[in-house]
């Protein structure tokens, strides 16, 4: 089929940059901590907008959106797309954002046309993608998945030790969270749109990414508890330094991850805190964090693995205690050949260049994955930078996006 969607690209440039001002921080930084103030105020922003485009709205007891454009056969499984908009301290304006209002434009351009779809096209604003308030990601479509069960939600605690059932009741959210998660066949079919947070699309001056993989991640918490003393009175034969053994931990990290050989395979670092903390004091305990992605989930599995075997060589040559948490370890996606299909001919459709590529990052739509098929559509961002102020994005790349979503989305649902 051929729909020409009919965009309004000002009013859109118009939405993200008013969306960007509802922040807890001054401009140009963006800062929405899920069931903060700001964010509140951000999801009455985009209800709004979609109440507007004449779209019907629920939200489930996590705080996830969902705004549906009835089709001419609502009893047929919806198809979804959508993103977030909660976004990290010291953010920009487009990551999220872009699949969740630029969404919401593909639907409205094809409303514009007259274009009335069969099944039902459904908005849906994913509660907490980032992982700021809780220290884990993709919070609301976690839930969706069943990946998370409320047990596991509801002991949930921030850097302050207060839960999720506090926050939620702070934002007006209320509901029993066993209604939360979603069956099989909610989502016909689901497709986001999103900035690519690499530079590669901009480099190649290609208009579009057709993601085939989501990477996932595996993160740990892992604690090395050594002891102190002073750092002249302890002399070097039989110190049980927690730095030093955490040091071992972080290059053996590095090590197993280039062992593997393939590009995909990525392993980080993100917090290494040291106590006491002090110049002239032996470290006595560490805490570290550690992000291991790829796209294959037994290469990335055999990472762990390793690191593991060092933990406990390193305990024992050192003396000292490391326990280890596994927070999650999610599988990775391999994206719906159908979608892919739709999103190349829509591509084409649109006179648009594109590339097939995987993305690194996570997102939403690898957790909806476990309950439909899904696929990825990137547009590039300017530098590669993401999750900082001078994020961007700029309209005539947003406007080749938000065209090739909506004739695909198009394509999905007639």
């Known amino acids: ?43 009455a922003y985009v209800k709004s907008l979609c109440t507007d485009a004449g779209l019907a709205l629920q939200e489930d007891a996590i705080g996830n959106i969902f705004a549906r454009w009835k089709g001419r056969e609502p009893e047929l499984a919806p198809i979804g797309t959508g993103s977030h908009i909660d976004a990290i301290p010291n953010a920009g304006s487009y990551d999220g954002t872009v699949g969740v209002l630029g969404g919401l434009e593909a639907i409205r351009s094809l409303q514009r046309v007259g274009f009335h779809p069969r099944r039902s ?20 479509s976690r839930m969706i998945a069943n990946i998370l069960t409320p047990q596991q939600a509801v002991a949930l605690r921030d850097n302050e030790g207060r839960g999720l059932e506090e926050w939620r009741v702070r934002a007006g959210i209320a509901g029993p969270l066993e209604s939360v998660a979603l069956p099989a066949n909610r989502f016909h079919q689901f497709v986001e749109l999103h900035i690519e947070q690499g530079p590669f699309l901009e480099q190649e001056r290609i208009d579009l990414g057709l993601v085939t993989h989501i990477a996932a991640p595996a993160s740990q918490r892992i604690v090395i508890e050594g002891e102190g003393g002073h750092a002249g009175g302890r002399l070097m034969p039989g110190r049980k330094d927690a730095l030093a053994a955490a040091a071992e931990l972080i ?79 999610d599988p990775p996606t391999t994206c719906a050949p159908a979608i892919l299909e739709a999103l190349e001919t829509s591509a084409v459709a649109a006179g648009r260049t594109y590339k097939k590529m995987v993305a690194r990052a996570y997102h939403d739509s690898s957790l909806i994955s476990c309950i439909a098929p899904v696929a990825m559509l990137f547009i590039p961002c300017r530098g590669g930078v993401s999750h900082r102020p001078d994020e961007y994005a700029s309209p005539e790349w947003i406007s080749a996006g938000v065209d090739v979503l909506g004739r695909t989305l198009a394509r999905l649902a007639s």
């Open 251 to 329: 290059l053996a990290l590095e090590s197993a991850a280039l062992a593997t050989g393939a590009i995909d395979t990525v392993a980080t670092v993100g917090i290494c805190d040291v106590f006491p903390r002090a110049v002239n004091s032996i470290p006595s305990r560490v805490f570290l964090t550690t992000d291991i992605r790829d796209i294959d989930g037994t290469r990335r599995d055999r990472v762990l693995a390793a690191l593991a075997h060092t933990a406990q060589t390193v305990s024992a040559r050192r003396g000292v205690k490391i326990t280890t948490e596994l927070v999650n370890a």
């Open 121 to 140: 096209i459904e908005l849906v604003i994913f509660t907490a993608e980032e992982p700021t308030r809780f220290g884990i990601g993709c919070l609301g």
């Open 1 to 43: 089929m051929s729909i020409v969607p009919k965009l309004e690209i000002g009013l859109l440039s118009a939405e993200l940059a008013k969306l960007a001002q509802i922040s807890e921080a001054d401009p140009p930084v963006v800062t929405r901590v899920v069931f903060g103030q700001a964010d509140i105020r951000g999801r």
